[in-house]
């Protein structure tokens, strides 16, 4: 069974920083693809950002491109969000979840909420002024 565990949300000023984990456990397959999603109170889950355990590539939303960095430590089974220039809209419940493929998952199959099958619990992050 596949369990993913999210840590390092907290409280932060405008401007600051904030580096998110997922801890992944159980993971079969050698190709899978690990994602960061948020959602703010009365918005829909959005997708920030995903990296492929395949080749590596990764994806950004817009909103999140040169200020969000996503990266992996394969010893560690652990993926990494760093978050700089944090904003007040950056304020919102952050989710890892994964989806494991029996063939190499490439970047433009990273985009899409519904690829992903295994969610943490998530992780509060919020940003004030």
């Known amino acids: 069974e596949v369990r993913l565990e999210e840590s390092g949300g907290g409280s932060v000023q405008v401007g600051g920083s904030l580096t998110l984990s997922c801890a992944a456990f159980?993971?079969?397959?050698?190709?899978?693809?690990i994602g960061w999603f948020r959602q703010a109170p009365g918005k829909e889950r959005e997708q920030i950002s995903s990296?492929?355990?395949?080749?590596?590539?990764?994806y950004y939303a817009d909103s999140v491109k040169g200020r969000f960095t996503i990266s992996s430590d394969n010893v560690k089974n652990t993926v990494y969000l760093q978050m700089t220039n944090l904003k007040p809209e950056d304020t919102a419940v952050y989710y890892c979840?994964?989806?494991?493929?029996?063939?190499?998952?490439?970047?433009?199959?990273?985009?899409?909420?519904?690829?992903?099958?295994?969610w943490g619990q998530g992780t509060q992050v919020t940003v004030s002024s």
């Open positions: 159980g993971i079969v397959f050698g190709h899978h693809a």
């Open positions: 990296i492929s355990k395949s080749d590596g590539s990764t």
């Open positions: 979840a994964g989806y494991e493929s029996l063939s190499p998952i490439a970047e433009h199959s990273l985009e899409g909420i519904w690829r992903y099958d295994y």
